[in-house]
């Protein structure tokens, strides 16, 4: 079946520092691959998305890009701030109306 | 407006009350959702509706009742709750469009304490 692997959290960083956040997937077609953020108290947001293999998705110093013969979707920033501490959910759809999220990496910045 | 909006932010209930959640999206979309996320876990899919009519049901016990009014409105009757139903409970909505692929927008939730 379809699903999402994210590494495990939670991750620490200093302010500045390089960020990864690995995301593996396991598909019978061709999904569309999402990262979604979610804030202390909040619903999930979209941070950006890709919709075919060799796009790279980017939103806020964010990117992602969509790799067909890995079957992964890693998440990196070149220099996280404080204000990125958060939950981060890699996700893939279908159709749009059927997500599958992964388990989440929680990533704490401190000053 | 790019807003799911959703209320009551907190509730607190016991074990016998009825009590609903409501969500609320004027974007025109035509697919809406619940979600059920636990601490640290990722969002879990109970119901969805589309075109207003209910599409998914993640067998979920009947003491969660989903209600679509309208397109722009889906709200989650609750019943004779578990306190293992505690969690954060999320809408989201999304387009239907067969020839894109959408994506969801989320409301902030409704934290959920049962007693």
């Known amino acids: 079946g379809d699903s999402v692997t994210q590494m495990e959290g939670p991750v620490t960083l200093s302010e500045e520092a390089f960020l990864t956040i690995n995301c593996t997937y396991t598909a019978t077609g061709y999904p569309s691959l999402f990262w979604y953020v979610q804030y202390p108290g909040e619903g999930l947001q979209l941070l950006l998305k890709?919709?075919?293999?060799?796009d790279k998705g980017s939103n806020k110093g964010f990117e992602a890009t969509y790799r067909k013969e890995t079957t992964s979707f890693h998440l990196e920033k070149g220099s996280v701030q404080v204000s990125d501490s958060a939950v981060y959910f890699c996700a893939l759809s279908y159709t749009g109306n059927q997500f599958y999220f992964g388990t989440g990496t929680s990533l704490t910045v401190i000053p | 407006d790019t807003e799911v909006t959703q209320t009551p932010k907190h509730l607190v209930m016991g074990m016998t009350n009825k009590k609903s959640l409501k969500c609320e999206q004027h974007m025109g979309h035509r697919a809406m959702y619940w979600y059920k996320q636990k601490a640290k876990k990722p969002p879990e899919l109970m119901f969805v509706y589309s075109y207003e009519k209910l599409s998914i049901n993640e067998s979920v016990p009947s003491r969660f009742s989903p209600e679509c009014p309208n397109s722009s409105l889906l709200n989650l009757h609750l019943h004779a709750l578990q306190p293992e139903d505690s969690a954060l409970y999320l809408c989201a909505s999304s387009q239907l469009d067969p020839t894109t692929n959408e994506k969801l927008f989320f409301g902030s939730g409704t934290q959920l304490s049962v007693l």
């Open positions: 890709a919709t075919k293999a060799d």
